[in-house]
């Protein structure tokens, strides 16, 4: 059985976020003055169905055996992930240009250029 479930925000929810993402749940504990991890896994909550200003709409298939489905609690930190295939951030191609360029005046050191190579054909 699946259930739409309203998760409420007190703040902005990210902007990034989208419909189709998958939305998890870490329960905190306090510890020192912070708020800390009180497990070492996150929970899956369910796929975003709606955003809206100060909330967001959940599609979620778990219960809690007694048909009720099973909410977060409300010190929880909320935590989403992309669909991979939808948001591929790869660059696609056979050929890649950069060109670097310094418009001070001053002296200036590249520390380091990293790139990313993905397959995307044969």
């Known amino acids: 059985m699946a ?9 902005n ?7 189709g993402d998958q939305v998890y749940h870490t329960p905190t504990s306090p510890l020192g ?7 070492i896994y996150q929970i899956h909550i369910g796929e975003v169905t709606a955003i809206y200003p100060n909330s967001i709409q ?16 409300n010190d929880a930190f909320i935590s989403f992930s992309k669909n991979r295939t939808v948001n591929n ?18 002296d200036a050191k590249l520390f380091m250029v990293g790139s990313e190579v993905s397959e995307n054909s044969k």
Request: net charge negative; aromatic share 16%; proline share 5%.
């Open 3 to 11: 259930f739409s479930i309203t998760l409420q925000f007190s703040g």
């Open 13 to 19: 929810i990210n902007f990034s976020l989208q419909v």
């Open 33 to 39: 003055g912070f708020d800390q991890n009180a497990n």
């Open 58 to 73: 959940v599609l979620s298939e778990y219960d809690d055996g007694f048909g009720n489905p099973v909410l977060p609690p």
């Open 89 to 106: 951030n790869d660059l696609l191609g056979y050929y890649a240009s950069t060109q670097f360029v310094n418009d001070s005046k001053a």
